[in-house]
């Protein structure tokens, strides 16, 4: 089965338990909406990634990881387009949750995620219960505070913003869940594993600010310039599309060498550049001079 | 050391766990807000109550359900107190969440304690990781879709409100979640200890609808009358405040019924009724004819 497979499968199988008899059938309704048809789903794909260079052995357990850290991120976009953050109307190219069902919907919607997510590891974990509760433990401190992803999105409430930390932890905090959970699932040491994540992370961040920048609302799915409009710090303000795109070079080398030696070393290193020139728009790579 | 500082020792060591230089401090404050000083704390102790009827021969990990279901049930009350919501302005006597900090902030408060819960529960889990992966289960199972408190909201953005099922979910799921919680935590099946949650979940519908309809906004701490504001079913308004009464003795009576066979079963019975007596507001006894 591909790893896309192996993902859509896991997550339609994880939305099917959320439903019930008993459920409220908007709120169901939302909670596939939100989750499905799914974006990139690249931390995913990245968290099964280095289950299997690290030898995979526990494939339900993977699968569980690789879900539930989708379902988190799903829950933050749900909830990050809501009027009181960024107000967006469109996601993947279609109304975002709040304005398909409503506001109260969508801030249960993503709650509901959320503890969708602690769920789905708990019901693989008879396959491994202190891999399962380490996976636990890893997904929450990557989410929550005071270093996932919703310290990340409180730095925007600060009169005085800590931009490193910022980043860390909006952008990078899953991809270092990716990694430090593939690992986990695999029954390896996750601290190792780290550094490629939150590398892995920084390229994302530049990419997506390139992105921002060059693309218009139409590929994008959602709208464009966000950046710009909400006067967030963007690598293309600073250094250029020449010196993002060198930048965005950089970073991935250096996540290359950061892979811990595995089994799976050489093919892990291809499927980060594969994603990475993914990740690139159309036309960055032209106006670098010399290209 | 008494249930109630157990429980506050326990909380608030999780709050600490929450804070770090790197951490947004507007959000870290509004987290220990939402927390503390807390209300009643009913179902923490319920949960240890239960726990030590069963032996409670790993405390460690009943603190950790205790604190657990607290900062769910938290995350609830400040979520639910949001503008798209109740729109509460007040709440256990002071300013709620977001109109003492903000609706971002709110938001990411209610998210940053659910996360928090889990986490809590796998930081506990090697004191035993086949509990801690059950207790993770029955909180999701009881805070999401389809039967948890979540779905329980969710019901009323429903056209046609399916009653029974959104008092489960919405009043009842939680106190499911802290008899069931106390004997998993204690190395006990949770199934037998169900029903007993959700007969004092009942029991505090019913308490609840009372102090709605006979106290004022200064004896709640929080806006009175909200269930004939927004149109709420309500004991009081069905059966009068002597058929409340009457139905909130019939309930009790059951749930002491109800309590499985266990060495702490005496005790947990005078803590259910201790706990009924202190739920009913003053005055509501007085009106039933006869007493």
Known sequence: ?????????AVAAALRSAHG?????????????????????????????????CGDD??????????????????????????????????????????????????????????????VLARAAPDGPLRGMELVRLLAARTGMP?????????????RIDLSAYH???????????????AAAAGQEPEPWAELGARIGEAFQVADDLRDALCD???LGKPCHQDDLHGRPNAVAELGVAGAMSRL????????????SCAGEAALAGMVRAYADRLVPQGARRTVPGE
């Open 147 to 159: 270093g996932g992803i919703c310290a990340g999105q409180g730095w925007e409430s600060e009169p």
């Open 1 to 9: 089965m591909s790893l896309n497979a192996r993902i859509e499968t």
């Open 249 to 260: 070079d950089d970073i991935l080398s250096g996540a290359i060498a950061s892979i811990p």
């Open 58 to 119: 526990r494939p339900a357990l993977s699968n569980a990881a690789a879900t539930a850290l989708e379902l988190i991120h799903c829950a933050s976009l749900v909830h990050d387009d809501m009027p009181c953050f960024d107000d967006s109307d469109l996601r993947r190219g279609k109304p975002s949750v709040h304005r398909a069902y409503s506001e109260p919907l969508a801030l249960l919607t993503g709650d509901s995620l959320i503890v969708l997510a602690f769920e």
């Open 21 to 53: 008899a008993d459920a409220p059938p908007q709120l169901g309704s939302a909670l596939d909406y939100a989750v499905t048809p799914g974006g990139a789903r690249i931390r995913p794909t990245i968290l099964l990634s280095v289950a299997m260079a």
């Open 168 to 182: 860390r932890a909006k952008t990078g905090a899953l991809f270092i869940a990716a990694t430090q959970m593939g």
């Open 217 to 219: 609302e139409g590929q």
